[in-house]
């Protein structure tokens, strides 16, 4: 059973239909696709839909290597936590026996 959705998309005055599992998050995500295009727009009128494109998908890309970036510092920090409240588990335990 297909529950695919049929959605249509209006980014930058150009018009997408797609099919697609979650439509909600499409069009929050067609929103800010729309945004950023419009963004980059107002700072040179002379730039066609196809360089706002790129330039919002390379926006994108940079954020998001930013926050794997930050992710991955996250993670670290839980495993160093992690591992020095596995100490103090450990030892605190055994201090409790005496």
């Known amino acids: ?19 697609c599992t979650s439509p909600d998050e ?8 729309d945004r950023r295009m ?4 107002e700072q040179d009128d002379r730039i066609s839909v196809t360089q706002l494109a790129i330039l919002a998908a390379l926006s994108f890309a940079q ?16 495993n160093v936590l992690t591992q020095q409240l596995a100490q103090l588990k450990t030892n605190g335990g055994a201090q409790s026996n005496y």
């Open 1 to 19: 059973m297909d529950n695919k959705k049929r959605v249509k998309l209006s980014i930058f005055h150009q018009t997408i239909h797609l099919r």
């Open 26 to 33: 499409m069009y929050t995500l067609a929103r800010e696709v």
């Open 38 to 41: 419009a963004e980059f727009a």
């Open 63 to 78: 954020e998001n290597i930013e926050v794997s970036g930050t992710v991955a510092q996250l993670e670290h920090q839980v």
